[in-house]
């Protein structure tokens, strides 16, 4: 098993920028396609991003694109959401995934490991 926990989310005004980590133990997170979801309050839990296992390849949300980059640091066993240009939209509580599957995915469903989320709020 593998054990997320994220860090790094705060109160910004709109416009503003937050880099989030997750840190991993148990288990090395390059065997894993690793993604970042939220939630917003009385909301499904929605994609935001994923990454590759070596980061090749990314996958944003619509509503991110162009704002929000996924990367990953397999040594460090890290992988972050550097968010530009936050808008009180972006406001939730965000949550770091693994994925063992093969290719990148965007659905809840599929992610098997979850941490326990950071709050991101950005006020306008």
């Known amino acids: 098993q593998v054990q997320l926990v994220e860090s790094g989310g705060g109160l910004v005004q709109a416009g503003g920028s937050l880099r989030l980590s997750c840190v991993a133990s148990?288990?090395?997170?390059?065997?894993?396609?690793m993604g970042w979801f939220r939630q917003a309050p009385g909301k499904e839990r929605e994609f935001v991003a994923a990454v590759s296992r070596r980061g090749s390849s990314t996958t944003y949300a619509d509503s991110v694109k162009g704002r929000f980059t996924i990367s990953r640091d397999n040594a460090k066993n890290t992988v972050y959401l550097q968010m530009y240009s936050l808008e009180p939209g972006d406001t939730a509580v965000y949550y770091c995934?693994?994925?063992?599957?093969?290719?990148?995915?965007?659905?809840?469903?599929?992610?098997?490991?979850w941490g326990q989320g950071t709050q991101v709020t950005a006020s306008s």
């Open positions: 148990g288990r090395t997170i390059s065997m894993y396609i």
């Open positions: 995934a693994a994925d063992s599957g093969a290719l990148v995915r965007t659905s809840v469903d599929e992610y098997e490991y």
